[in-house]
């Protein structure tokens, strides 16, 4: 139980173009869905809290018109990376939540976006 | 700030040895502690601590929490190749703030 896919698994695109990541929870309802993003060797650092049917909540410093996120159904939330420069490669990985559960998340399998 | 610090940064062991990792945490609004760890790709969950004092265990993995002294440690005895990975722990409510990790590699 508690599978998060992601897809893609890795993108390489041009600078200039949009990327949308898909976060998925396989096996449960998953109300709150978490977006980090992660550079090498270095830890998560949470980009967006989205709960389902509602606005994403960011975190300080990140642009949310840069970085749309889009919770539209309770087993699905999408990140979409506009206008990508190469300072945008990263390993961005999302986390689900289950409906009811107390605090833990389990994370999809990343995705690694190249920015050329 | 919400700061969360593991210590050692790194680690380097021989197999059987057993390690303690360490995790302090300062977050205005606590509720648990997550335990991960990460290999290649995604971590995996290790643990959820919400009470001081009680041991959780899996194996020859086991962790406590002290809500007192901010802090929780990861016990890994035994230890085999296989546990080499970063491990991972974060603390709050909603949003978890991650510490950096600590880098454990077992060596045979």
């Known amino acids: 139980g508690a599978v998060v896919s992601q897809h893609p698994s890795w993108v390489i695109c041009k600078s200039g173009t949009s990327v949308k990541i898909e976060c998925r929870s396989l096996?449960?309802?998953?109300?709150?869905m978490f977006w980090y993003r992660q550079f090498p060797k270095q830890s998560l650092m949470l980009m967006a809290t989205?709960?389902?049917?509602?606005?994403?909540?960011?975190e300080q410093g990140v642009e949310k018109d840069k970085f749309l996120i889009n919770h539209a159904s309770l087993t699905l939330s999408t990140l979409t990376v506009t206008s990508a420069h190469p300072e945008d490669s990263s390993f961005y990985i999302c986390?689900?939540?289950?409906?009811?559960?107390?605090?833990?998340?389990?994370f999809g399998p990343g995705t690694r976006l190249t920015v050329l | 700030e919400d700061k969360v610090v593991q210590s050692p940064l790194s680690l380097v062991v021989h197999e059987g040895d057993t390690v303690t990792l360490n995790c302090s945490y300062e977050?205005?609004?606590?509720?648990?502690l997550l335990w991960y760890k990460q290999e290649k790709k995604a971590p995996t969950f290790l643990f959820m601590l919400t009470s001081s004092g009680i041991e959780k265990k899996s194996g020859r993995l086991s962790s406590i929490l002290d809500k007192k002294e901010l802090f929780s440690i990861l016990n890994i005895t035994a230890t085999q190749t296989g546990d080499s990975a970063v491990y991972l722990c974060a603390g709050g409510i909603n949003d978890m703030r991650f510490g950096a990790g600590t880098r454990l590699t077992v060596k045979p």
């Open positions: 096996d449960f309802q998953a109300t709150t």
């Open positions: 977050v205005t609004n606590f509720r648990s």
């Open positions: 986390s689900a939540r289950a409906r009811g559960a107390y605090n833990e998340q389990f």
């Open positions: 989205s709960n389902e049917g509602s606005k994403a909540t960011y």
